[in-house]
């Protein structure tokens, strides 16, 4: 299984949440595949904004991809509940996971119906650069759960 972020935006290097992003993907990489793929953001706040954004983010998107929706509305899972999601997703095999971060106005109904399911960080609106940083060390916390190691704890 190859895990993989999409998200709406752009780098700031520099940042410090880049380096944060950074770090974690590469301790991610030491488990499994893993890159993180960036679509320009689309001007405005409305329905055609984010139907412009959903078809950026289909184009970077993967045959193999099962979708998994980073949205304020998706389901709230503890880390042990996100490592077993993630286990479960590992042993049917033939997927790769594709955790779709969207741009500010949200996603696209047509984008919402292509998931798999729709995940919540928190139901705080948190910035964009930030929801990375949280994404990338849950993953990286639920893979080290998964292989039984001392991070978690």
Do not use: N, W
Not at 35 to 54: K, M, N, Q, T, Y
Not at 61 to 81: F, H, K, Y
Not at 135 to 152: C, D, K, S
């Amino acid at each position: 299984m190859k895990l993989r972020v999409v998200c709406i935006g752009k780098a700031r290097r520099g940042a410090p949440e880049e380096a944060l992003v950074e770090e974690y993907a590469g301790r991610i990489g030491r488990y499994v595949p893993f890159e993180i793929v960036v679509a320009s953001e689309a001007r405005g706040d409305d329905a055609a904004a984010r139907r412009e954004e959903a078809e950026r983010i289909r184009a970077k998107l993967r045959p193999r991809d099962s979708v998994v929706l980073l949205d304020e509305r998706g389901e709230e899972l503890a880390s042990p509940a996100f490592a077993a999601r993630l286990a479960a997703a590992e042993r049917s095999g033939g997927r790769d996971l594709a955790f779709v971060l969207g741009g500010a106005s949200g996603f696209d109904d047509s984008l919402r119906a292509q998931a798999a399911f729709s995940l919540a960080l928190s139901r705080f609106t948190l910035p964009h650069l930030l929801a990375r940083v949280v994404l990338v060390e849950q993953l990286y916390r639920a893979l080290t759960i998964l292989r039984g190691e001392p991070y978690h704890k």
